[in-house]
């Protein structure tokens, strides 16, 4: 079984930067592909930012230019940069992974922005 933690949300003020952090246990993470989600009240949870086990990244359109998303498979970390932060980032952001399908999740972490 796979246990990804969270850490580093918090509580910024709009055009703030947070780095977001996922540790993974286990070997085989850097099989693995990575994601971060995020789920605001009332909101579907959606796919923000996603790195395959080969490297490839996609970011959703509202955070191109803002977030970016890199992993450490040395350390069993998934990371993601946010710059930039806008009221609308407000949520609560999920880790996940797996191969090929995002079978393991995080218990996610809170991230608000202040304006």
């Known amino acids: 079984q796979v246990q990804l933690v969270e850490s580093g949300g918090g509580v910024v003020q709009a055009g703030g930067s947070l780095r977001l952090s996922c540790a993974a246990s286990?070997?085989?993470?850097?099989?693995?592909?990575m994601g971060w989600f995020r789920q605001a009240p009332g909101k579907q949870r959606e796919l923000v930012a996603g790195i395959t086990s080969g490297g490839s990244i996609n970011l959703v359109d509202s955070v191109k230019g803002r977030f970016s998303i890199s992993r450490d498979n040395a350390k069993n970390t998934v990371y993601l940069q946010m710059n930039s932060l806008k009221p609308e980032d407000t949520a609560v952001y999920f880790c996940?992974?797996?191969?090929?399908?995002?079978?393991?999740w995080g218990q996610g972490t809170q991230v608000t922005v202040s304006s």
């Open positions: 286990g070997r085989t993470f850097s099989s693995y592909d």
């Open positions: 996940a992974g797996g191969y090929r399908v995002y079978m393991y």
